[in-house]
């Protein structure tokens, strides 16, 4: 070694050991011995090795079977060092000499060695969030303010009028190639489209129901339309949602749209009290209808059945009068005088009773009954 000559004294780098030259070096390796308990000596080691490079190559590294060997051991280095690894995150991308010839799926994978190949690993699962119409400052949760940008935001609708929209489009790489190669700027081309795609389907609805209850069927039409503009430029896009953050009339009009949205709910309010009563009332009068309809045809029955009943019963007196008139009008004059009698009060005198020229006294008060005779406090 360098050093095992210095200061005369075999102590190495730092001189001979205190009180001699007798101690070990910072090894622990006792001066000029070989090895001893300190430890292997490193020059007896060197020695061995470069003995056995000699056996293997007599010529040394410059004789040809070193050099290949050289070479073989660069050569299986550099071509080991195409081995990679895709993530279950990621999607491989592999350039040959800067041109994208495939796609590779996780796992772990070979692309041919620097500078022929090289691989990318983009992120695919990653959810990217684009804002448009409003630009959020900070995190909203802990306070953070949101800035309105009127140039995307304000869009004409189809009875040409202007509502005032925010959305946030979500989306992931689906193709990884398509995303790095086909277009120059993705997260820009992904905002103008799907600026492009709300403006058309503001304008195919009508600002009433673009602000109530329409605002579902128009973020999936506004997703569809920005997924079919993404696969036609080859984008390797996939937009996972779009979500309307707001949907309000223009600022300044703001304070008529309320009113005029109060009384379309004042309006709402009548009609459907207008139908409740109309939903009472028109039973009702259609089962009192039903009703009289029902009584009408039942005294209709009874009229027609008595009508019915005293012809037959005349017919049947008509014809027992002709066969015996005589005994006929004896029982129909009997029969009269029974109804006409029959509910009066009646008195019967016996003409062959009583004196002659004097009329008799009848107490009529008294035979009569439910009469009573006046006393002569009712004659005061």
Known sequence: MPWSNQGGGGGGPWGPPPGGGGGPNPWGRPPGGGGGPGGPDLDELMRKAQDRMRRVMPGGFGSGLGIALVIGVVLAIWLASGFYRVEPDEQGVVLRFGEWVRTEQPGLRYHLPAPIEEALTPKVTKV???????RSV????????IRDVPDESLMLTGDENIIDIDFTVFWVIKDAGEFLFKIRDPETTVKKAAESAMREVIGQTDLQ????????QIELATKGLLQRMLDEYKSGVEVTQVQLQKSDPP????????DVQRARADRERLRNEAEAY?????PRARGNAERLI??????REEVVNLARGDAARFLSIFEAYSLSPDVASRRMYLETMEQVLGSINKLIIDPSVGSQGVMPYLPLSELRPGTRTPSDGDRR
């Open 138 to 145: 900070g995190d909203i949760r802990r306070g953070g303010a």
């Open 278 to 282: 109309r939903n009472d009332i028109i």
């Open 294 to 299: 029902q009584e009408a045809s039942a005294y």
């Open 209 to 216: 129901p673009a602000l109530t209850e329409e605002r579902e």
């Open 128 to 134: 990217n969030r684009i804002e448009i119409g409003y």
């Open 251 to 258: 600022g300044p009009v703001v304070d008529a749209f309320n």
